[in-house]
Protein backbone atom coordinates (compact mmCIF):
# COMPACT_ATOMS: atom_id res chain seq x y z
CA UNK A 1 0.00 0.00 0.00
CA UNK A 2 2.47 2.72 1.12
CA UNK A 3 4.78 1.66 -2.31
CA UNK A 4 1.71 2.64 -4.46
CA UNK A 5 1.48 6.06 -2.43
CA UNK A 6 4.75 6.40 -3.20
CA UNK A 7 4.64 5.50 -6.53
CA UNK A 8 1.51 7.75 -7.31
CA UNK A 9 3.24 10.96 -5.37
CA UNK A 10 6.31 9.85 -7.81
CA UNK A 11 3.99 9.87 -11.03
CA UNK A 12 2.27 12.75 -9.61
CA UNK A 13 5.53 14.90 -8.83
CA UNK A 14 7.07 14.22 -12.24
CA UNK A 15 3.62 15.30 -14.03
CA UNK A 16 3.76 19.08 -11.60
CA UNK A 17 7.40 19.53 -12.60
CA UNK A 18 7.32 18.73 -16.45
CA UNK A 19 4.13 20.59 -16.30
CA UNK A 20 5.50 24.00 -14.78
CA UNK A 21 8.38 23.41 -17.17
CA UNK A 22 5.61 23.34 -19.97
CA UNK A 23 4.30 25.99 -18.70
CA UNK A 24 7.18 28.06 -18.01
CA UNK A 25 8.53 27.72 -21.40
CA UNK A 26 5.25 28.82 -23.09
CA UNK A 27 5.39 31.65 -21.10
CA UNK A 28 8.84 32.91 -21.90
CA UNK A 29 8.51 32.24 -25.85
CA UNK A 30 5.22 34.26 -25.35
CA UNK A 31 6.98 37.19 -23.98
CA UNK A 32 10.21 36.67 -26.10
CA UNK A 33 7.23 36.88 -29.21
CA UNK A 34 5.42 39.46 -27.58
CA UNK A 35 8.55 42.02 -27.45
CA UNK A 36 9.82 40.58 -30.94
CA UNK A 37 6.25 41.86 -32.96
CA UNK A 38 6.71 45.19 -30.39
CA UNK A 39 9.81 45.77 -31.27
CA UNK A 40 9.19 45.41 -35.32
CA UNK A 41 6.40 47.45 -34.79
CA UNK A 42 8.44 50.18 -33.47
CA UNK A 43 11.20 49.90 -36.05
CA UNK A 44 8.51 50.15 -38.63
CA UNK A 45 7.17 53.90 -37.05
CA UNK A 46 10.84 55.04 -36.49
CA UNK A 47 11.54 53.88 -40.32
CA UNK A 48 8.05 55.45 -41.54
CA UNK A 49 9.41 59.00 -39.82
CA UNK A 50 13.27 59.34 -40.22
CA UNK A 51 13.37 60.27 -43.64
CA UNK A 52 10.99 63.13 -43.15
CA UNK A 53 12.45 64.75 -40.42
CA UNK A 54 15.84 64.15 -42.64
CA UNK A 55 14.37 66.06 -45.24
CA UNK A 56 12.82 68.90 -42.87
CA UNK A 57 16.61 69.31 -41.54
CA UNK A 58 17.93 69.08 -45.01
CA UNK A 59 15.54 71.65 -46.62
CA UNK A 60 14.62 69.01 -49.63
CA UNK A 61 11.06 69.29 -49.26
CA UNK A 62 8.18 72.04 -47.98
CA UNK A 63 7.04 70.46 -44.89
CA UNK A 64 3.89 70.98 -43.44
CA UNK A 65 1.99 70.66 -40.13
CA UNK A 66 0.26 67.46 -41.36
CA UNK A 67 3.38 66.04 -42.05
CA UNK A 68 4.42 67.33 -38.43
CA UNK A 69 1.36 65.78 -36.92
CA UNK A 70 2.46 62.64 -38.09
CA UNK A 71 5.51 62.28 -37.62
CA UNK A 72 4.98 63.13 -34.15
CA UNK A 73 2.57 60.74 -33.42
CA UNK A 74 4.62 57.39 -35.39
CA UNK A 75 7.61 58.51 -33.14
CA UNK A 76 5.37 58.17 -30.17
CA UNK A 77 4.09 55.15 -30.87
CA UNK A 78 7.45 53.86 -31.50
CA UNK A 79 9.05 55.06 -27.76
CA UNK A 80 5.58 53.69 -26.38
CA UNK A 81 6.89 50.15 -27.70
CA UNK A 82 10.26 50.40 -27.04
CA UNK A 83 11.13 53.28 -24.38
CA UNK A 84 14.80 52.35 -23.66
CA UNK A 85 15.85 52.71 -27.84
CA UNK A 86 18.13 55.43 -27.88
CA UNK A 87 17.16 56.35 -31.74
CA UNK A 88 13.66 56.56 -30.99
CA UNK A 89 13.94 59.13 -27.87
CA UNK A 90 16.94 61.18 -29.82
CA UNK A 91 14.26 61.34 -33.09
CA UNK A 92 11.51 62.32 -30.76
CA UNK A 93 14.02 65.32 -29.59
CA UNK A 94 14.54 65.75 -33.17
CA UNK A 95 10.71 66.39 -34.29
CA UNK A 96 9.76 68.49 -31.17
CA UNK A 97 12.47 70.89 -32.63
CA UNK A 98 11.20 70.86 -36.00
CA UNK A 99 7.95 71.59 -34.26
CA UNK A 100 9.45 74.49 -32.59
CA UNK A 101 11.33 76.15 -35.57
CA UNK A 102 8.11 75.24 -37.82
CA UNK A 103 5.70 76.93 -35.23
CA UNK A 104 3.78 74.02 -35.10
CA UNK A 105 4.31 73.56 -31.30
CA UNK A 106 5.12 76.75 -28.65
CA UNK A 107 9.31 77.27 -29.49
CA UNK A 108 10.46 77.72 -26.03
CA UNK A 109 8.39 74.91 -24.86
CA UNK A 110 9.34 72.49 -28.10
CA UNK A 111 12.62 73.16 -27.98
CA UNK A 112 12.70 72.62 -23.75
CA UNK A 113 11.13 69.38 -24.31
CA UNK A 114 13.26 68.28 -27.75
CA UNK A 115 16.51 69.15 -24.79
CA UNK A 116 14.88 66.90 -22.37
CA UNK A 117 14.63 64.04 -25.22
CA UNK A 118 18.15 64.69 -26.22
CA UNK A 119 19.32 64.07 -22.39
CA UNK A 120 17.59 61.25 -22.02
CA UNK A 121 19.11 59.90 -25.03
CA UNK A 122 22.47 60.75 -23.85
CA UNK A 123 22.15 58.72 -20.86
CA UNK A 124 21.41 55.66 -23.02
CA UNK A 125 24.70 56.57 -25.18
CA UNK A 126 26.96 59.42 -23.48
CA UNK A 127 29.54 59.00 -25.70
CA UNK A 128 27.39 60.10 -29.33
CA UNK A 129 28.81 63.26 -30.64
CA UNK A 130 25.45 63.36 -32.79
CA UNK A 131 23.53 64.13 -29.77
CA UNK A 132 26.01 66.46 -28.36
CA UNK A 133 26.15 67.81 -31.59
CA UNK A 134 22.22 68.32 -31.71
CA UNK A 135 22.02 69.17 -27.85
CA UNK A 136 24.32 72.46 -29.21
CA UNK A 137 21.85 73.28 -31.87
CA UNK A 138 19.38 73.11 -29.33
CA UNK A 139 20.82 75.67 -27.37
CA UNK A 140 21.56 78.12 -30.03
CA UNK A 141 18.47 78.10 -31.78
CA UNK A 142 17.15 78.77 -28.03
CA UNK A 143 20.11 82.04 -27.88
CA UNK A 144 21.44 80.46 -24.87
CA UNK A 145 25.30 80.88 -25.01
CA UNK A 146 26.97 79.46 -21.97
CA UNK A 147 29.15 77.35 -20.30
CA UNK A 148 26.60 74.62 -20.88
CA UNK A 149 26.78 75.29 -24.73
CA UNK A 150 30.60 75.43 -24.59
CA UNK A 151 30.61 72.03 -22.84
CA UNK A 152 28.62 70.46 -26.16
CA UNK A 153 30.65 71.21 -28.32
CA UNK A 154 33.82 70.65 -26.74
CA UNK A 155 32.32 66.87 -26.32
CA UNK A 156 30.82 66.85 -29.58
CA UNK A 157 34.35 67.82 -31.08
CA UNK A 158 36.04 64.72 -28.58
CA UNK A 159 33.74 61.88 -29.43
CA UNK A 160 32.72 62.89 -33.05
CA UNK A 161 36.00 64.48 -34.27
CA UNK A 162 34.72 63.00 -38.62
CA UNK A 163 31.73 63.07 -37.63
CA UNK A 164 29.09 65.10 -40.34
CA UNK A 165 26.55 66.22 -37.90
CA UNK A 166 29.92 67.87 -36.02
CA UNK A 167 31.16 69.29 -39.05
CA UNK A 168 27.73 70.92 -39.72
CA UNK A 169 27.37 72.35 -36.50
CA UNK A 170 30.56 74.09 -36.35
CA UNK A 171 30.28 74.73 -39.45
CA UNK A 172 26.73 76.70 -39.20
CA UNK A 173 27.32 77.88 -35.45
CA UNK A 174 30.62 78.93 -36.25
CA UNK A 175 30.13 81.37 -39.64
CA UNK A 176 26.78 82.52 -38.03
CA UNK A 177 28.75 84.05 -34.96
CA UNK A 178 31.63 85.10 -37.19
CA UNK A 179 29.46 87.20 -39.20
CA UNK A 180 27.63 88.70 -36.89
CA UNK A 181 31.01 89.44 -34.69
CA UNK A 182 29.54 87.35 -31.71
CA UNK A 183 31.87 87.12 -28.62
CA UNK A 184 30.97 83.59 -28.07
CA UNK A 185 32.67 83.37 -31.25
CA UNK A 186 36.00 82.66 -29.56
CA UNK A 187 34.86 79.30 -28.09
CA UNK A 188 34.32 78.20 -32.22
CA UNK A 189 37.65 79.91 -33.65
CA UNK A 190 40.40 77.14 -32.67
CA UNK A 191 37.94 74.58 -34.02
CA UNK A 192 35.93 76.21 -37.31
CA UNK A 193 38.31 76.00 -40.04
CA UNK A 194 38.92 72.46 -40.04
CA UNK A 195 35.90 71.46 -39.59
CA UNK A 196 34.46 73.24 -42.92
CA UNK A 197 37.34 71.64 -44.82
CA UNK A 198 36.42 67.99 -43.00
CA UNK A 199 32.94 69.33 -43.48
CA UNK A 200 33.19 69.93 -47.40
CA UNK A 201 35.62 66.73 -48.18
CA UNK A 202 32.50 64.45 -46.19
CA UNK A 203 29.58 64.42 -49.01
CA UNK A 204 27.30 63.71 -46.07
CA UNK A 205 28.08 67.46 -44.65
CA UNK A 206 29.46 69.24 -47.78
CA UNK A 207 26.04 70.35 -49.11
CA UNK A 208 24.74 72.00 -45.47
CA UNK A 209 28.43 73.89 -45.00
CA UNK A 210 28.22 74.87 -49.08
CA UNK A 211 24.80 76.07 -48.15
CA UNK A 212 25.99 77.57 -45.19
CA UNK A 213 28.48 79.11 -46.45
CA UNK A 214 26.09 81.00 -49.29
CA UNK A 215 23.53 82.44 -46.39
CA UNK A 216 25.93 83.80 -44.34
CA UNK A 217 27.97 85.21 -47.55
CA UNK A 218 31.71 83.86 -46.42
CA UNK A 219 32.52 82.50 -49.65
CA UNK A 220 35.80 85.33 -50.09
CA UNK A 221 36.51 84.59 -46.25
CA UNK A 222 36.39 80.82 -46.39
CA UNK A 223 38.19 80.88 -50.07
CA UNK A 224 40.91 82.94 -48.10
CA UNK A 225 41.35 80.13 -44.77
CA UNK A 226 41.05 77.15 -47.71
CA UNK A 227 43.92 78.56 -49.51
CA UNK A 228 46.27 78.42 -46.62
CA UNK A 229 44.84 75.69 -45.03
CA UNK A 230 43.05 73.17 -47.75
CA UNK A 231 44.06 73.83 -51.55
CA UNK A 232 41.86 71.35 -52.83
CA UNK A 233 39.04 73.31 -51.37
CA UNK A 234 39.88 76.52 -53.06
CA UNK A 235 39.92 74.34 -56.28
CA UNK A 236 37.77 71.85 -56.79
CA UNK A 237 34.85 72.54 -54.27
CA UNK A 238 34.60 76.31 -53.60
CA UNK A 239 35.95 77.02 -57.04
CA UNK A 240 37.39 80.10 -55.77
CA UNK A 241 38.38 83.01 -58.31
CA UNK A 242 40.15 85.11 -55.77
CA UNK A 243 41.35 82.96 -52.71
CA UNK A 244 43.74 85.70 -51.84
Sequence with gaps: MHRKLATKAKYASLFCRKYIFVFSFGFIASIGLYNTVNYGLASLSYYSVQNTVQAWQNNRETQTE??????????????????????YTELAAQIYEWGAIGGYENKSIGLEVSKRYYM???????????????????????????????????????????????????????????QNNHPF???????????ISQGLRNVQSRERVLRAIEHYKAKRTVCR????????????????????
Excluded at 67 to 75: R, T
Excluded at 225 to 244: G, S, V, Y
Aim: charged share 25%.
Design 120 to 178: AAIKMRPTWPVTYASLAMNKWRSNEFDGELVEYLKLANQYGPKKAETNILFSELGLALY
Design 185 to 195: YAELRPYLRPR
Design 66 to 87: SNYIKAKSAITNARKRHKAHPL
Design 225 to 244: WMKKDDPFMTRDILNCEHPA
